[in-house]
């Protein structure tokens, strides 16, 4: 099994348009951690609450070395830092982080990195979703900003 840890905005986007399944279908289980669990159910009314919650599949864990975090704080986000943390104690296969700056800390480290639009290609490719397009326009319609060439190029990715 792959070891694949999720920061928060991913959660929260596929979350709010119906499509934290994506994850689960693509790799049977997710880690993240304790900050991000935090970020995510910090609001009671959270869809992302609800699915943790119940969730078999996603699983929380801690840090072990918190002293880390301090290298980290100047860029990145309490949930972003232990995500980039978690994945190098566990030696994780894949990092699903949205944020430029972690995503390019991500990198740096050598860790393998995707995003929330990444995983809706994925999907697409394996069959797990039939189209990006109405996926992309309902996240875009719950506030999330995708800039027009990002946009034409995911659709090309695609294949839409």
Do not use: F
Not at 12 to 22: A, E, K, N, P, Y
Request: hydrophobic letters at 45%; a positive charge.
């Amino acid at each position: 099994m792959r070891k694949v840890i999720v920061n928060s905005t991913p959660l929260i986007v596929l979350s709010g348009v119906g499509r934290l399944d994506l994850l689960k279908k693509l790799y049977g289980e997710v880690i993240i951690p304790k900050a991000v669990y935090r970020e995510v159910t910090a609001k009671k009314d959270s869809v992302c609450m609800q699915v943790i919650g119940e969730s078999d599949w996603i699983h929380i864990e801690k840090i072990r070395d918190r002293s880390e975090k301090k290298m980290y704080k100047a860029k990145l986000h309490d949930g972003e830092v232990e995500v980039m943390i978690l994945a190098q104690e566990k030696q994780a296969d894949l990092v699903v982080i949205d944020d430029n700056a972690a995503k390019k800390t991500a990198k740096y480290l050598g860790l393998m990195v995707t995003g929330t639009i990444g995983v809706l290609i994925k999907a697409k490719k394996l069959g797990h979703l039939d189209a990006v397009r109405p996926v992309l326009d309902e996240i875009k319609e719950n506030g999330v900003y995708i800039g027009t060439a990002l946009e034409k190029m995911v659709l090309e990715q695609a294949g839409e």
